[in-house]
């Protein structure tokens, strides 16, 4: 019976290997990949830069650490930021690409390097006429083919890759645009006030809608009741690059946050060249004051609804429009009208 593999892209190896210091190679311990220094000094990444319809060659080095020659399958990919904390990643190979991904190619699509060896291998990158100007993150990869088998009672392979990081350029006007969205409040409030902690949590969205790579930082402030200031501070965690067109979904804890109040919040975003604010609105109000309101509320809404219908049942009927009212007898039994 074949045996069942998920197959994943060991993108850890890659992402650590991708954030290494200057003059480092993307390495996982086992292979590196990196650019071919130039005669000028050692390359950390590629900084590359063309007008739309130009080529360009250069080298990637992928440099064997162990005793046995290993196969690996290289590929030009597009880099993105991850959902979860806004790290640099690149696509699989099966995925489509629009920049970097699609038009960078290796010379040779698979590379045997012997142990203890490193070897060379040219690529071309052609920009498109109509290429958009503005970066174009990506990365070469180099990615081993065979399903390491995992350990333990599910059967689970790990398909490993490391890859160098591809900065690309095109010419044109550089946009600098960054927007805060769907800024939201979610308050934990102790059931009685006072006997408890009430923390809340500030989840908000970082969309680069310009052109070039930014380096975010995000401040948040709280206001009260009457303008109170409740909370300023400078947000961490931030993204060190949000590339172009992407989206990153990040929250940040308030603790001791009020248990009774009502304001707002305001995130402001800002990076070189662009500032965005965004504001969602808090009502802190404990479960037990909650409740008491809530059903207060329901009495109240019951008992004038009840008043309502009692005075529409004893209010006198109005004679039809043309209809002379009808005539009352009096106590002597004579007809007044």
């Known amino acids: ?53 130009r080529r360009i060659d250069d080298e990637v080095a992928v440099a064997n650490k162990t005793a046995e020659p290993l196969t690996f399958r290289l590929y030009a990919a597009d880099a993105y930021n991850t959902a979860r904390d806004g790290g640099f990643a690149v696509r699989t190979a099966g995925e489509r690409m629009r920049g970097v991904g699609a038009w960078a190619k290796p010379a040779r ?48 392979g790990v398909r490993r890759a490391v890859g160098a990081r591809v900065y690309l350029r095109v010419s044109g006007p550089a946009v600098p645009a960054l927007a805060v969205e769907d800024v939201h409040v979610a308050h934990r409030q102790p059931l009685v006030p006072g006997l408890g902690d009430s923390t809340a949590t500030v989840s908000y969205t970082l ?59 305001t995130l402001t975003a800002h990076a070189t060249g662009t500032r965005q604010s965004a504001s969602a609105a808090f009502l802190a109000l404990p479960w037990l004051v909650a409740a008491v309101v809530g059903a207060a509320a329901v009495v109240g809404a019951a008992l004038l609804a009840r008043a309502r219908r009692a005075r529409r049942s004893h209010a006198p009927h109005p004679s039809a429009p043309g209809q002379a009212p009808r005539p009352t007898e009096t106590a002597t039994g004579r007809v007044r009208p």
């Open 1 to 53: 019976m074949r045996k069942p593999y998920a197959l994943l892209l060991s993108l850890c190896c890659l992402l650590l290997g991708l954030t290494a210091t200057p003059a480092r190679a993307a390495d996982n311990g086992s292979w590196s990949v990196y650019p071919v220094s130039s005669e000028v000094a050692a390359r950390p990444y590629f900084y590359l830069s063309a007008d739309p319809g």
């Open 207 to 265: 969309h680069n809608t310009g052109n070039v790579t930014l380096d975010p930082k995000v401040e948040l402030t709280a206001r009260g009741l009457f303008g109170r200031t409740l909370l300023t501070r400078g947000l961490t965690g931030m993204p060190a690059e949000l590339l172009p067109g992407q989206r990153v979904r990040l929250t940040e804890p308030w603790r001791d946050a009020p248990q009774f109040d009502w304001g707002k919040v």
């Open 109 to 156: 699509s698979r590379v045997t390097v012997p142990g203890h060896r490193t070897v060379k291998v040219p690529f071309t990158l052609r920009v498109p006429a109509g290429a958009e100007p503005g970066d174009h993150p990506g990365a070469i990869v180099a990615i081993d083919e065979r399903i390491d088998p995992g350990a333990g009672s599910v059967a689970l």
